[in-house]
């Protein structure tokens, strides 16, 4: 079992920063590939970045990409993730989410355990 707790959400005006924190209880942390997802109201749960268990490789969604950057700290078992020229449709509750195994996916399915969310809030 991982707990996933996040952390950093806000309101933040349009064209405004955000870093989201995730902090994991297992100290197998590195083993496993770390995922954002987010929601907005009425909306399915959409893929936002990943990032593989040793930090080499990471992939964005194409909305957030140039304006997103995600990063892990596997001594401190958390993952990050920057959000710079942050846009009124990047409101939502942001999902992080852990996968066992060394690489990442791309669908909510892929991953098996999940912290509760924090918000978002992006005023234009």
């Known amino acids: 079992q991982v707990q996933l707790v996040e952390s950093g959400g806000g309101l933040v005006q349009a064209g405004g920063s955000l870093r989201l924190s995730c902090a994991a209880s297992?100290?197998?942390?590195?083993?496993?590939?770390m995922g954002w997802f987010r929601q907005a109201p009425g909306k399915e749960r959409e893929f936002v970045a990943a990032?593989?268990?040793?930090?080499?490789?990471?992939y964005y969604a194409d909305s957030v990409k140039g304006r997103f950057t995600i990063s892990r700290d596997n001594a401190k078992n958390t993952v990050y993730l920057q959000m710079n020229s942050l846009k009124s449709e990047d409101t939502a509750v942001y999902y992080c989410a852990a996968r066992p195994g060394l690489e990442f996916g791309l669908r909510p399915i892929e991953y098996d355990y999940w912290g509760h969310g924090t918000q978002v809030t992006v005023s234009s």
């Open positions: 297992r100290r197998t942390f590195s083993t496993y590939a």
């Open positions: 990032i593989s268990w040793s930090g080499g490789s990471a």
